[in-house]
């Protein structure tokens, strides 16, 4: 049995990696479409060892198509989501256009997949932020051995989460600093080389900036509307992995021992946490990894039952194109669709 699956952003950092993941991950593909704006008409993209040529979504019929893996950004996600879904084609966004409406599921498979059973309201169902992701993949177990009240979270996000401009940005101006050139900023609001810029989407009326809201926003959809949440979201010079500082305050007494036994049985989770110089994780070597990585996991002394991780995941995938290839097994698993075109 095989599936109509076609991919919009198929030339973008997101879009370039669900091909990939499907690829890998051996996902039951009768048909692959690869789906961009009409300025890449023709532009090959990789799925596993064949080439694709790009369509554009402006003339593409969804009618006999299953899923929609959609990765082209929220306004072309708000104008197309709903057409591509009155097809009869299920979609899977990745964009923050749908998350927030209550008909719309927002899942992260290791955390609420039983949420997915509403998605034919919509026939839309969202994926989540990046920084999101990856954070509640964490606070899932321990909220469920322990209750989390309250989470402070600040973030090192890499310019991959901002699209390929942004990690051309980055290149030209390291390049620029090193020939002496004169840098400019195109596509941050400071220079990106070389330093942290604490500005992620836009300003919000109370001074936190939306990708900081976004984050309070969907751990509480997602994992449970009672947890409190405060976030600083900063952009790092880094190309490809998200970390977190998170500090945790829960309900119920538990230990760094505790925390650190559970970590290594959750699902999506992988501890790697020596208390030794380099015991750690890097963006760096999550990269290209679909675990979220979970380390130097402490008590912390200032409240009462706090503990303090570092977590580290790459956000093209489990942020972004492994979340949305993980939810379309889930709906296919669970037998929630079935294909259009059925074999000869
Ligand atoms: N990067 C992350 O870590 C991350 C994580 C979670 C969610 N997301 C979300 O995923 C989406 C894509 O992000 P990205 O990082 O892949 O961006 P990107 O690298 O800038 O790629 C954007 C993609 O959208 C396509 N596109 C733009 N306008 C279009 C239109 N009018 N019609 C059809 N296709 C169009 C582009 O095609 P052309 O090449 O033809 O312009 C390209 O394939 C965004 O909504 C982003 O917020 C990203």
Redesign the pocket.
């Known amino acids: 049995m095989g599936f109509k699956v076609a991919v ?8 370039r990696e669900m091909l990939d993941i499907l690829a890998e991950r051996q996902f039951p593909i009768a048909e692959i479409i690869a ?3 009409s ?2 008409l023709g532009t090959e993209v990789s799925f596993g060892d064949k080439t694709l040529k790009c369509k554009a ?1 402006d003339n593409y019929d969804f009618s006999g198509t299953d899923i929609c893996l959609m ?4 306004a ?2 708000k104008e197309w989501s709903p057409k591509i879904a009155r097809q009869g084609c299920v979609v899977i966004d ?3 256009a749908w998350r927030y409406d209550q008909d719309v599921p927002l899942i992260v498979p290791e955390v609420n997949a039983d949420a997915i059973a509403g998605f034919a309201k919509k026939n839309i169902i969202a ?1 989540p ?2 920084s999101t992701a990856q954070l509640v993949v964490a606070l899932k177990p321990l909220h469920d051995k322990a209750k989390i009240t309250r989470v402070v979270v600040s973030t090192y996000q890499s310019v ?6 942004a990690m051309d940005a980055l290149f030209a101006e390291t390049r620029a600093i090193f020939v002496s050139d004169a840098v400019e900023s195109k596509k941050f609001p400071k220079r990106i080389a070389f330093n942290v810029i604490p500005e992620i989407d836009v300003f919000m009326e109370d001074g936190y900036t939306k990708e900081e809201w976004k984050m309070m926003a969907e751990t509480k959809k997602i994992l449970d509307p009672k947890i409190k949440l405060s976030a600083t979201c900063v952009r790092v010079p880094v190309f490809i992995g998200h970390s977190e500082a998170v500090n945790i305050e829960f309900e119920n007494p538990i230990s760094a021992d505790e925390a650190r036994d559970i970590l290594r049985e959750a699902p999506g989770c992988l501890v790697i946490d020596k208390r030794e110089p380099g015991g750690y994780i890097t963006p760096h070597e999550a990269a290209g990894e679909d675990a979220t990585y979970i380390s130097r996991i402490r008590e912390d002394p200032t409240v009462d039952n706090g503990l303090v991780l570092w977590v580290v995941a790459d ?2 995938r489990k ?2 194109a492994l979340n949305a290839v993980q939810i379309a097994e889930v709906l296919i698993n669970r037998k929630l669709i079935s294909p259009k075109q059925k074999a000869a």
Do not use: F, M
């Open positions: 919009v952003g198929a030339t973008g950092n997101v879009g789906l961009a704006s300025r890449s979504l990765s082209a950004g929220g072309v996600s990745n964009s923050s994926n932020n990046c991959s989460g901002a699209g390929k401009e956000n093209l942020g972004a």
